[in-house]
């Protein structure tokens, strides 16, 4: 069974086992389950069902296997002739989750 779900700001399509890495769920740890309660489509075939714009009852259960933080972005800006530099740095916080269920 598939579903797609809206979590964190995004949006994603997804079936029990896969691994996703989204924007971090404040207040977890490693090991702790997360119910997802936004899901927007779920079903496979005939059973296919779209919600309007969320399904009543419908739900995702899934397990954080880990809280890391992202890849270094380096922001730089510069104004030609001013003498104006300004470096900054940015490391997104992240969970990598894994769907356990799919409650449709």
Known sequence: MKATIKTQGQQFTVSEGDILTVNR?????KG???????VLAAGEGESFRVGKPLLAGASVQATILENK???KVIVFKKKKRKGMERKRGHRQE???IKISSINA
Do not use: Q
């Not at 769920?25 to 740890?29: D, F, K, N, V, W």
């Not at 702790?32 to 936004?38: A, L």
């Open 25 to 29: 769920y404040p207040g977890t740890e």
């Open 94 to 96: 992240l969970s990598v």
């Open 32 to 38: 702790s389950m997360v119910e997802i309660k936004d």
């Open 69 to 71: 933080r992202g890849e």
